[in-house]
């Protein structure tokens, strides 16, 4: 059974890594092709018309402006570069896609665990994934950028903060002519950005498309778009939610910085990190100016980039509830947007729809970045992933037709066994926190009457039930100790094949073979080891699910103790997601204590009742919710 943060250090510090595979194939893939032409019109296609072998490969270190790591030198970022050499040449201005990232060094990004490599003089000669192979043919530059305090970069890593923020927007700020860099990491020769028109475009998975969302966040100008990918949108809720405590093998952001800092920096920056390595601070579920810090949605109103989406429905590292949050709060400020949700992990989508991902974020990017009126801001904005490798498109999301229903749970005949459906109910039901139980024995133990879980059952369905955005479960409790945590899942009860998204995989599995997607120099190959689906059968699918301490019902970012015996009310809002029922299986909502894995236990262990008259399921449903008479 995966927890939410076990795999933090290996998927989300690192990214997805599957099983080896073969070793890949050199040689110019099917994506390249040297004898197309610049298209004429802003109604075109980038084309790959610009030597990938003779681009400009060069480092500049930007100045942030920062001294974080005391070292009494004002900070400078290592920024590595791969840009066409002809468009310079010709006086011709080119965009530039970045990704500004901790792993570089330490860790590699992809599924093959990819790192910077460089020449014996430090220039750089290899790039981490397609986008420059691909890209930089088509008369883009890529741009990779260290985080402070990691790779070859001064400064402090501070795990998505003020000071990964603010010097990242830095880098689009010397790319638009507003900051300093020099061609040397201590030297005074000024290294200027002539060759660029500004316009940029950030995309990274996990800390790395965090970062990207935070610098749309301040609102900088020059950055045009963000593709964030396994994202997180506000931080708390990677350590927290709503009060309890997410457990993890890097239970702080200080134990994920001291995985990525560079050796030369991690002494001078322990004081700069030191609140983010205090449980104390960091994990007693209470909000503090360490979350504040990190939460980019509170700054939503400030985007002016496009925003790209993805991520995997039953991604237990960085959670769909940050999809949900960031995406609503864009849409108040009419943010263009547009989204892909697969049904793997903590996954990058060139991973699990190879194909369809690079044409799409080629396209998006030539939008984007070069003007282009492609259609892709007209096509739909969802893309949904059914089955294993079966998608679908929705026009907008959630769709225009989505309502709320409100189902009530019902005592049955057996206790810890009732009913859902559309009248209220009445009674109690009451569970005692078995620390050693997940949402998995839970959902597989349904239909039976078992003491650590209140589990509530529709009929068969008549028709499809399609759930499309955050539901959310508000209960009346009581609870016999002064502390208790709540878990709420909804699950689809019947027959399926899903991607198996244990640590293992996450879904994917590495295959023979490779791909190729761009142009090759003779140390860094465009192809890449092909992936498929991993797939499980099973007769439930947990879909949603949300954990919180009873003690927040007064402030949910506030853990108050609890009076034993008194009843509180709160809400959960599940984690995002879009999910179909099919006609004939059974929807279920399940309430219980500590969820192995997941939540960390309560400092007690509570007997908790439900007053069912008082506790609801609120249901955001797309057409008619197909439920069977009660």
């Not at 920056?269 to 980019?296: H, I, Q």
């Not at 026009?395 to 005949?413: D, E, I, M, R």
Request: glycine share 10%; net charge neutral.
């Amino acid at each position: 059974m995966p927890s939410l943060l076990t795999t933090v250090v290996a998927a989300l510090l690192v990214g997805c890594s599957s099983s080896a595979g073969p070793a890949v194939s050199q040689g110019i893939g099917p994506a390249a092709s040297s004898a197309a032409s610049r298209p004429t019109g802003p109604g075109g296609e980038s084309k790959p018309v610009y030597s990938y072998k003779k681009a400009v490969r060069e480092t500049v270190w930007v100045d942030t402006g920062r001294d974080e790591d005391r070292d009494g030198k004002s900070d400078r970022v290592a920024v590595d570069i791969v840009r066409p050499a002809e468009p310079a040449a010709k006086g011709r201005k080119i965009p530039v896609i970045m990704e500004a990232s901790p792993y570089y060094s330490c860790c590699g990004r992809g599924n093959e665990n990819q790192k910077k490599t460089y020449d014996a003089k430090g220039r750089p000669t290899g790039f981490p994934l397609f986008y420059d192979n691909y890209f930089v043919p088509r008369g883009y530059a890529f741009v990779a950028v260290d985080l402070p305090g990691t790779g070859r970069s001064d400064g402090c890593t501070d795990a998505g903060g003020p000071i990964d923020i603010q010097s990242t927007k830095t880098v689009v700020d010397w790319l638009n002519g507003r900051a300093h860099a020099y061609t040397t990491h201590t030297g005074t020769t000024a290294a200027k950005a002539g060759w660029t028109s500004g316009n940029t475009g950030m995309i990274g998975k996990s800390w790395d498309g965090s970062v990207a969302n935070g610098v749309a966040a301040t609102g900088v100008r020059g950055l045009k778009t963000i593709v964030p990918i396994s994202s997180i949108s506000s931080w708390y809720d990677a350590y927290s939610s709503q009060g309890a405590g997410l457990v993890g093998s890097a239970p702080t952001p200080g134990a994920l910085i001291r995985t990525v800092e560079s050796d030369a920096v991690g002494a001078r920056c322990a004081a700069v990190n030191k609140p983010l390595g205090d449980p104390a601070v960091v994990k007693s579920g209470d909000w503090s100016s360490v979350w504040t810090e990190r939460d980019y949605v509170a700054d939503a109103r400030k985007v002016r980039a496009s925003v790209f989406v993805v991520h995997g429905q039953q991604d237990l590292t960085v959670r769909t509830k940050n999809v949900g949050q960031w995406w609503d709060a864009l849409a108040k400020n009419g943010v263009e947007r547009k989204i892909w949700l697969s049904q793997t992990g903590h996954v990058d989508p060139f991973d699990y729809r190879r194909t369809q991902w690079v044409n799409t974020l080629h396209h998006w990017f030539d939008h984007a970045l070069l003007g282009y009126d492609n259609g892709i801001d007209r096509a739909p904005m969802a893309d949904i992933e059914r089955t294993p490798d079966h998608w679908t498109t929705d026009a907008v999301w959630p769709p225009k037709s989505t309502t709320p229903v409100t189902l009530h749970p019902v005592q049955g005949a057996r206790a810890g066994v009732g009913t859902l459906g559309t009248k209220p109910g009445s009674g109690t039901e009451t569970f005692t926190d078995a620390t050693d139980r997940s949402e998995i024995d839970w959902a597989a133990h349904i239909d039976r009457s078992t003491g650590e879980k209140a589990g509530f059952v529709t009929g068969p369905l008549t028709k499809p039930l399609h759930v499309s955005g955050a539901a959310q479960v508000t209960v009346t409790a009581t609870s016999t100790t002064a502390t208790a945590n709540l878990s709420a899942v909804l699950v689809d009860l019947g027959p399926a094949t899903i991607r198996d998204y244990d640590p293992a995989g996450l879904g994917i599995s590495t295959v023979s073979g490779a791909s190729c997607w761009g142009e090759n120099s003779a140390q860094d190959s465009a192809c890449y080891k092909k992936t498929a689906a991993d797939t499980t059968h099973v007769t439930s699918t947990v879909f949603s699910r949300d954990w919180a301490a009873l003690g927040t019902a007064a402030d949910p970012h506030t853990v108050h103790p609890l009076t034993p015996g008194k009843p509180y009310s709160l809400t959960l809002t599940l984690a995002s997601v879009d999910h179909v029922v099919p006609a004939g299986h059974r929807l279920a909502l399940i309430v219980a204590g500590t969820d192995r894995g997941f939540a960390d236990r309560a400092a007690d262990r509570p007997t908790i009742t439900l007053d069912l008259a008082h506790t609801s399921l609120r249901l955001p449903v797309v057409g008619q919710p197909g439920l069977p008479a009660a």
